[in-house]
């Protein structure tokens, strides 16, 4: 299904309009509008860094929802801590869904019903900001259709923040940001010196 | 003052002990340590991955330490949000001080006064993760004694976990740090599009 998002048409369509508010925007000077920022490359702290812009924004009184596209059904620290905070949309893929099975039709599924709650939450004006973590991921498997992902993304609320997380961004997606940090390994404890991955701490 | 850090001695000192310790705990098959994350690079989200570590550690129950060497009395986001929570003791540099004047010594004492509350947090194993936002830039301008730093985090218990934010982190604090992220800047809103900083959002 990548080669939807190759379409020249789909994606000309969505530069030249991209291109064209984006002009309308600066010669207004006005200049204040949501931002899509993608945290990619191998480096640790995508994900961290998508949750801390989250406190930052509730400490704003801002409205959050947050898409993991996760796969396996564990608790992570920020699930029991922004769950079931005020102010906070949260969902994890396949929640309640078993993730024992090699099964990409499954995988496709759940991230397809993730997907729909990602888009509903991409047309209401009333969340502020939308983390949609490891949604990269999702896309480099191709669980998702990537022109569907650009285009609710490019049709989201103007003031509506999003971030999305994850290696491996996919190139349009990059392209359609506004912001793109990546990553980068300088050095890392887990792989360089054998030490154990443990809670609390992203190694 | 940064002359200090390259006293050839007490680095060679101080790494020897470093790789005798990791030689030691690799030995034992162990590996479970608290470990020193540094987040630098000219890239967005540095601050906001730290602030993710600690909501994350918060999940899980411990206790955190946040101190935030920056320059200038303002309410940020994570301020308002983790200040009050219990779990969290939370400092920001120069709090109740007036940062309008361009005095280095004024500078130096508020960015030493910050050190202490931190090289205490260093020193209590209650503390599971001490995030120290920033902390860079107060050893970039040299407000603090680059040794004195290592040598705090060094001998901080084993278990605690560290997390340091900021542009420019000097090179001996990389090498005495078990994991680096290097944020590199892909794409910025703020710079290549003219758009506003606003609240609730890193751009």
């Given at each position: 299904m990548r080669e939807n998002a190759k379409d020249p048409e789909r994606h000309a369509r969505r530069m030249a309009a991209k291109q064209k508010v984006m002009q309308d925007r600066i010669a207004r000077a006005q200049n204040e509008k949501g931002v899509l920022l993608v945290l990619t490359g191998p480096g640790k702290g995508k994900s961290s860094s998508g949750f801390g812009m989250v406190a930052r924004a509730l400490g704003h009184g801002m409205k959050v929802g947050v898409v993991q596209f996760i796969k396996g059904k564990f608790t992570t620290g920020e699930d029991t801590f922004?769950?079931?905070?005020?102010?906070v949309d949260y969902h994890v893929m396949?929640?309640?869904?078993?993730?024992?099975?090699?099964d990409r039709q499954k995988d496709v599924q759940a991230a397809e019903a993730a997907w729909e709650i990602a888009s509903n939450m991409l047309k209401?004006?009333?969340?502020d900001m939308v983390l949609l973590d490891e949604l990269n991921i999702a896309l480099r498997y191709e669980y998702l259709d990537l022109d569907r992902v650009l285009d609710d993304l490019f049709n989201r609320p103007e003031m509506q923040h999003v971030t999305v997380t994850g290696r491996y961004a996919p190139k349009e997606l990059i392209e359609l940001a506004d912001t793109v940090t990546e990553m980068k390994v300088v050095k890392h404890a887990f792989k360089d010196q054998g030490i154990k991955a443990q809670k609390g701490v992203e190694l």
């Open positions: 922004f769950r079931d905070l005020p102010n396949g929640d309640g869904y078993t993730w024992d099975t090699q209401d004006p009333s969340y």
